[in-house]
């Protein structure tokens, strides 16, 4: 797995900012999931499963953080 460093700069993006609390947590997961490539499995039941497992989160809360990721 890479190392990913997240630079202080991104926390002031205006596009995340703009994110929901949930689709702002999602993306930095996803960030850090990411290949070097910037590949990785984003089918909402691999996400929901790997993300937020203990808070066993709903397949649809999930889809609508990627939908507000997707337009962002």
């Known amino acids: 797995m890479p190392n990913r ?4 700069s991104l926390l ?3 596009r995340l900012k703009d ?3 949930g ?3 999602l993306f930095f997961h996803l960030y ?3 290949d070097d490539f910037g590949r990785l ?3 909402v039941t691999y996400v929901t499963n790997t993300a937020f497992p203990a ?3 709903k397949p649809d809360e999930i889809g609508k953080w990627l939908g507000e990721l ?3």
Not at 5 to 8: A, N, Q, S
């Open 70 to 72: 997707d337009q962002a």
């Open 32 to 34: 850090l999931r990411a």
């Open 12 to 14: 002031e993006d205006a």
């Open 19 to 21: 994110l929901s609390l």
């Open 5 to 8: 460093i997240i630079r202080e």
């Open 41 to 43: 499995n984003a089918g």
């Open 55 to 57: 808070n066993r989160m």
């Open 23 to 25: 689709a702002r947590l």
